[in-house]
RNA sequence: GCUCCCUUCGUCUAGAGGCCUAGGACGGAGCCCUCUCAAGGCUUAAACGCGGGUUCGAAUCCCGCAGGGAGCGCCA
């Protein structure tokens, strides 16, 4: 039997970490055992689902690469198919028609509460036999009354539940829509699901959804319950934590083959390895191998990881991302140094793209101004005497490459008898306008001649009005 | 309230009775390297929630407790 997973979102947000995770389990699954991944819509919420969540769903899952073999389905457009499952069930004795009006289960529950029981409904309508005129019934399924459903979780072990515990629910609300656990249902069985995995919330609905598919006729398939992914605070993830779509990621200048790496480590291990790639986490991932727990986001490891990536990426790979990054600054490239060159100059000392991106502005914006701390530091009367001197040597450079630029600066410190350092950082805050760039050499290098006199020539002008 | 789940350094985790004076990683601290920022190298602090058992021996097995979480909808 070939393994089938699916990750079945539903489109009422984007895509957020946790769900990416899910995805990126279910996808591992699939890959490991050469099974098939296929992607379900759970859209039955016609309220809170929209057109831009799918969306963004897709959008998320196409940027991680996590590519479903079959789909997307869409629950609302398989309604003609709930309905003939519901009418199955109900022809055969698994299900009724319940009247019951809000007002009465809500007083039910109001009284189970009191009597500090489970709130849950009795099935009170199960024995009716005559409907009641002018109210549309919604249809329950009938659940066992005595005896255990165990889910022999391949993450939680073995979860024993008392079908007692477990009440009527409703399958058909009297609108004639199916609801969620049915739909998971019917989709899980016509799908031909072998394993479900998802999060650890969904663990309670596990034995209502194996007794509706044993009334079905159908063996349920294994489970999976994922633990939960937290905040940085250990709390529940939310807004408030800052980036929680997977694209929010993508704009704070991540990878996603860094995301990736992050979040299987969460939950997942493989003895004292950190690093994985693609190949090897199909290789090595197995779904018994998951905690148990819960566990938080720590974003100072993620960026590790991201600058991992950088630091060990494909140059034009990379070149391509920082000009979509230099392209939401509103920075102008053309006419700059090669990005690739930036690339290979910064991949060692960034650990975001984003922040690559604006460590690169100044390769094609002017310095307007200069920042006040490395300015007051570098830009003195002290440091005119080697900016001149050096403004001099460059212009009669003939080779503008970093080698000869190394050269000279070397020269120029020993024969004025100072430190490289005490050289260099004047340079450096008159083209770049700050205290921070890579190395001066490769920096003039990208820089180029003009651009690079022309700054050396502001910035001797920048001292001699403030001197 | 009821049902279910979870509990190793701050965080992610290794650990499936002796290999554990509990290992790795991120972050922290210190040192080295250094033209800035990084990267890199070395060193270091830091954890088995608590209480009972079982056993010659428990982070590992059992039972309680405590703490955290999820679910209990004509939401998904």
């Not at 058909?172 to 995995?197: K, L, W």
Request: proline fraction near 5%; charged fraction near 25%.
């Amino acid at each position: 039997m070939t393994v089938r997973t699916r990750f079945a979102p539903s489109p009422t947000g984007y895509l957020h970490i946790g769900g990416a995770r899910t995805a990126l389990f279910c996808w591992l699954y699939s890959r490991h055992h050469g099974g098939d991944f296929i992607l379900r819509i759970e859209d039955t919420d016609r309220e809170r689902s929209t057109e831009a969540a799918v969306q963004a769903i897709l959008d998320g899952m196409a940027w991680l690469e996590l590519a479903p073999d079959e789909g997307p389905f869409y629950q609302t457009q398989r309604f003609d198919r709930y309905r003939e499952v519901a009418g199955k069930l109900l022809a055969e004795g698994h299900a009724f028609h319940c009247y019951c009006s809000k007002q009465e289960l809500e007083a039910m529950r109001a009284e189970q509460m009191v009597r500090k029981e489970k709130p849950r409904y009795d099935g009170r309508c199960r024995r009716r036999k005559e409907p009641v005129p002018g109210v549309a019934p919604v249809i329950r399924f009938k659940n066992p009354e005595m005896g255990q459903t165990v889910v022999e979780d391949a993450v939680k072990g073995r979860v024993v539940f008392d079908n007692h515990e477990l009440d009527d629910l409703i399958i058909v609300r009297s609108d004639g829509t199916p609801t969620y656990n049915f739909c998971v249902v019917v989709d899980d069985m016509d799908m031909r699901i072998t394993h479900v995995i998802r999060g650890d919330d969904h663990l309670n609905n596990a034995p209502r959804q194996m007794n509706i598919l044993k009334a079905l006729g159908v063996t349920p398939p294994r489970y999976a319950h994922l633990p939960m992914i937290l905040g940085p605070d250990g709390t529940k993830l939310s807004k408030r934590h800052g980036a929680v779509s997977v694209m929010q990621y993508r704009e704070d200048g991540f990878l996603p083959e860094a995301v990736i790496n992050y979040l299987v480590r969460l939950g997942w291990s493989h003895g004292d390895q950190e690093i994985f790639s693609r190949e090897e986490m199909v290789k090595l991932f197995d779904i018994e191998d998951v905690n148990k727990s819960a566990s938080a986001i720590n974003p100072q490891k993620l960026l590790w990881i991201n600058q991992h990536y950088i630091k060990n990426g494909d140059v034009p790979a990379l070149a391509a991302e920082l000009k979509w990054h230099l392209d939401r600054l509103g920075v102008d490239t053309a006419g700059g140094p090669s990005l690739e060159g930036l690339v290979k100059a910064q991949q060692e000392r960034a650990k975001t793209l984003k922040e690559m991106a604006e460590g690169s502005r100044f390769f094609f914006e002017e310095v307007k101004e200069y920042e006040p701390q490395a300015a007051a530091k570098n830009l003195t009367a002290d440091a005119l005497p080697g900016l001149e001197a050096l403004r001099a040597k460059f212009a009669a450079l003939p080779d503008w490459s970093a080698a000869a630029l190394h050269d000279v600066l070397n020269t120029t410190a020993e024969s004025l008898g100072t430190k490289l350092g005490k050289l260099a950082q004047p340079v450096r805050v008159a083209v770049s306008g700050g205290g921070v760039s890579p190395p001066i050499d490769a920096t003039l290098e990208l820089l180029g001649r003009e651009r690079s006199l022309a700054r050396l020539d502001q910035a001797i002008g920048f001292i001699r009005k403030a001197g």
